[in-house]
């Protein structure tokens, strides 16, 4: 079975940081790429950030794009995104989530293009 742990989240203020990590179980981990979602109060799950299996490929919202960076440790089965320059527009709970399988050429971007998903950890950008 596959599982996977978020943590990191936290309050930060406008134009701070935060690193949210990922770790998984169950499977090969490198053989699968990682994404991240995030989800705001009424608003739906949206694509963030994502990362091929060994790490080569990697994709972001235009919302993130320049502030955000995902990467990923294969030795250690975890995942990462580093976020700076944080606002309010920001905060909501944020999800890693495994892929079907790897991704070379499309990024996956939507919900059902993941498999596993984590329990959340929530950011919460103060202004």
């Known amino acids: 079975q596959v599982q996977l742990v978020e943590s990191g989240g936290g309050l930060v203020q406008a134009g701070g940081s935060l690193r949210l990590s990922c770790t998984a179980s169950g499977r090969t981990f490198r053989l699968y790429g990682m994404g991240w979602f995030r989800q705001a109060p009424g608003k739906e799950r949206e694509f963030v950030s994502a990362i091929s299996g060994i790490g080569i490929r990697t994709d972001y919202a235009d919302s993130a794009r320049g502030r955000f960076a995902i990467s990923r440790d294969n030795a250690k089965n975890t995942v990462y995104l580093q976020m700076d320059s944080l606002s309010p527009e920001d905060t909501g709970v944020y999800y890693c989530?495994?892929?079907?399988?790897?991704?070379?050429?499309?990024?996956?971007?939507?919900?059902?293009?993941?498999?596993?998903w984590g329990q959340g950890t929530q950011v919460t950008v103060s202004s």
């Open positions: 989530a495994q892929a079907r399988g790897d991704w070379h050429t499309r990024t996956p971007l939507l919900v059902h293009e993941y498999e596993y």
